[in-house]
Structures are given as structure tokens and as C-alpha cells.
């Protein structure tokens, strides 16, 4: 009974494969049907003389093998039990706790891994699986709730995945919300290493950098980047070009301060050697003056000697001061008044003064004509107001907004004609005030004597000129 039931498998599988080979096609090749069906088992063993037949899911697999002349010559046929088929549960990307098992289309579980861990599968959550991925719940014999995946493997034959319901981090949530929040993570951490290795690398170095330039604009061109070593290469030759264009600087600044240098040691010699030059005509002068006895030339060379005097004056303040193109004015007319009224004190009786001067400092293109103002203004005061009786000579510099004022004033007794000369030093006087845009004007003070006032506009606030070829040459 045992080999007839064989043998009748092998005819209905040989008769199955046959039509089957039939219908796809007369010719040499390879077939493979993986079919699921009930195949006879071996015979087991018996009981009390009666032959068991054992009925277990199997699977078949056929090789049809043609003749050489290419008809159907047989076929090779392999049956394996489903029994056979153990699941792999060792792969780690499972859950915990993971069970596989085949089901088919009637939801009645053909091979497991754990029988304990499935229930039995709803007939419409495997008819939807049968047409793709379903994920369901339900509980085991034990009544543990538990999480069910189920996907199509073949014709009638659904895989079913079982592992713990873990709540709200069970797999079947946290792996659709991993795959949005890791790639996210990943992007956080990547932009965190990014931003850590660029504040590394380069904006630390890029900083210090800006700081070495800053203390450059300052002028300090003796900081060396030396930190900028253990930069990178890049940091590290930005840092060594920095390093030469502050020598370069520095170099070139030095060797401005020294032909700066050599040029105020070059002016305050011309300036000491035109001063020595006017003290030379005026010392001349002098001589020549004391050889006429003509009492009009005399006094003629004495004015012209006293004007030198204040031109030599500016000039030894120019070379003497601590500013080439600046004039501190009051020691200026402090020195001014004092030699002329000194110069005539051998002559005729003291004269008192009283000095009022503004602090002012002037370039000497304003200096000159204020100066030779000042020694036309004292020189007719000790002529008409000095010369017999002596008297008090008041110098005041006033400075009012945009205006300054020169006021040289007697208390002698002046006459009414006095007001209205028209002689050299009041031509002088006039050309000297137009020189500074300024006017000129003589007025009786209330002592009874002369007033010689010259306005002009403020020199300190007006914006400077270039400096032109002629600036001190035009002032001489």
C-alpha cells in the first residue's frame, strides 16, 4: 500500500509537470515551478499493524529534461517539507523578541518559529496582505498584546512577523519615526562638526587675525602674529603676508620720520641762516645810520632797521619753536615790543608798557604783515607821543569768534591832524591790513592819545591753506 501511494505521487507529478512543460513550451531549458500543495509523505510508522499516512505542507520543485531531438524526455522533481524551512531570527535588525511564521490565504498557520506566539490570523488581515505590507495587533494564547506585520511571499503563502507590542516605542512606530528624525539628527550632528572644525581651523584664526590688523590700523606695526604658527597653512601664510606689509609699513614709515626729520633740520637752518642774514642788513643798517647826519635820513634808516628786526624775529621764532609752520603769538609780540621800545630807551625818556594777548598760535604768511602793523603803530607812538615826555604804551590781542583784534595805544597828546596823515607808515599800515582782509583804523582813546586797531579775520578759524613756494618768502 505504501509504494503505490509513492508511486502514484510521482505519476501525478510527472503528469502535472508534463502539462505544464506542454503549456510553456517544447524545448531545451531549465523550469522551476515552486508549487504549494499536499504531497504523500514517506511511510510512518504503524500501530497495531495499520500503515499512518502523515499529510504534511510541502514544497515541489521540478526540472523538466528534454530529449536531444528537444521532446519532453522526464522531468527531475524535489520535495521539501515545510518543516524544513527554519527562519533565520538571529538577524539584529529584528525587534526582541521577533517570531516568523507562514500562513496562508485562510489565515491557518503552516510553519513557525513559536507557535506560542501566534493567534490566530484574522481571514481579512491576511487577504490584505496577500496584497501588500499589513500591520495589525492582536493577542497571543497567553493574552499578551502583540504587534503582527504580514507580507506576501508567494501564490497563497503570507509571511507573518510577531514581536512585542512595546507601546509607544514599539518597532512598528519608532522605525517611521527614525527614518525622519535620524537623517535629521545626523544632519544636527554633521552641521555641529562642521561648525566645531571651522571655529578650529578658521574663524579662531580668522579673529586673531582681525585683532593683529586692528593694533596695524593703530599704527603698532611691532605685534608679530607669532600664534599663527600652529594655524593651518592657509592661516599661516595670510598671517606671514600680514607680518611683511607691517615691516613694509613700518620700514616706510621710519623712513618718512627720517626724511621728515632731515627736512625740519633743513628749514629751521634756512630759517636760522635768514635770521642771521636780516640781523646782518640790520646790524648794516645800524652802521649806516649812525654815519648820516641828516635827522629825516636817520629816522628813515631807524624805521627800516626796526622792520628788518621784526622780520629776523619771525624767523628765529619759526626755528626756535617746537612747530615749523606755527608761531605761539604771545611771546611773539611780547619780544616785538620789548626790542623796540628797548631800541629807543638809549634816545629819549622810559616808556611803560602793558601787554593783553590772547593765546593764539599763526602761521607766518598772517605773522609778518601782523608783526610790521605792530612796528609801524609803536614806531609813530614813540615818534609823536614818546619822544619828549615819555609815557604808557598798551599792546592788547583780543580774539572774538571769528575775528581778532590788534589795539596798540599811547597817552600822549596827539594833534587833530594826526588822524588823517596820509604818510609811509600809514600807507604801510593800510597795505598791511589788506594783506590779512582786515582794515585798519586810527581813533583818539580816551587818555587823549592815538588808538591803532587792525581787525582781521581769525586765523584759527580758518581752514589751513597748502603750502605754497612761497609762503615765508612772500611773508619776508
Known sequence: MEWYLIVLGCLLSGALIGFTGGVLGIGGGLLAIPLLGLVFGMPQQAAQGTALIMVLPAVLMAVRAPTPDGAFGGALIAVTPLNELKPDLTDRTLPQGSEVALADSAGRYLLWTNREAFAPAPTAEVVSAAKGTDVFRARDPHGTERVYAAAPLMRDVTVVLSAPDQGLFSWAKFNPLSSLLLPIAAFCVALACVWVAADRVIVRWLAYLDRIAAIYARGRFTVRPLQAERAPPEVRALA????????????????????????????????????????????????????????????????????????????????QGPDLKRVDLRPFLEELTAQLVAG?????????????????????????????????????????????????????????????????????????????????????????????????????????GITARLVFPNPGAQPEHPESGNGNQAAA
Open 344 to 448: 629807543e630807551m638809549l634816545h629819549g625818556p622810559a616808556v611803560q608798557t602793558e601787554l593783553a594777548v590772547d593765546a593764539l598760535v599763526i602761521d607766518p604768511d598772517r605773522l609778518a604783515p601782523l608783526a610790521l602793523f605792530a612796528v609801524e603803530a609803536i614806531t609813530n607812538a614813540q615818534k609823536h607821543a614818546f619822544r619828549a615826555r615819555g609815557g604808557l604804551l598798551a599792546v592788547n590781542f583780543t580774539v572774538r569768534g571769528d575775528e581778532a583784534e590788534l589795539t596798540i595805544s599811547d597817552d600822549g597828546e596827539a594833534p587833530d591832524d594826526a588822524l588823517v596823515s596820509s604818510g609811509v607808515g600809514r600807507t604801510l599800515m593800510n597795505a598791511f591790513a589788506r594783506q590779512l582782509r582786515g582794515r585798519a583804523e586810527l581813533v583818539r582813546n580816551p587818555n587823549g
Open 240 to 319: 606671514h603676508t600680514l607680518d611683511i606689509m607691517a615691516e613694509t609699513i613700518a620700514g616706510r614709515d621710519q623712513a618718512l620720520r627720517d626724511n621728515l626729520a632731515q627736512k625740519d633740520a633743513l628749514m629751521r637752518e634756512i630759517h636760522h641762516r635768514v635770521k642771521n642774514n636780516l640781523q646782518v642788513i640790520s646790524s648794516l643798517l645800524n652802521m649806516q645810520q649812525r654815519s648820516l647826519a641828516d635827522p629825516a635820513a636817520r629816522a628813515a634808516m631807524s624805521d627800516t632797521r626796526q622792520r628788518i628786526t621784526a622780520l629776523a624775529l619771525i624767523y628765529r621764532a619759526l626755528y
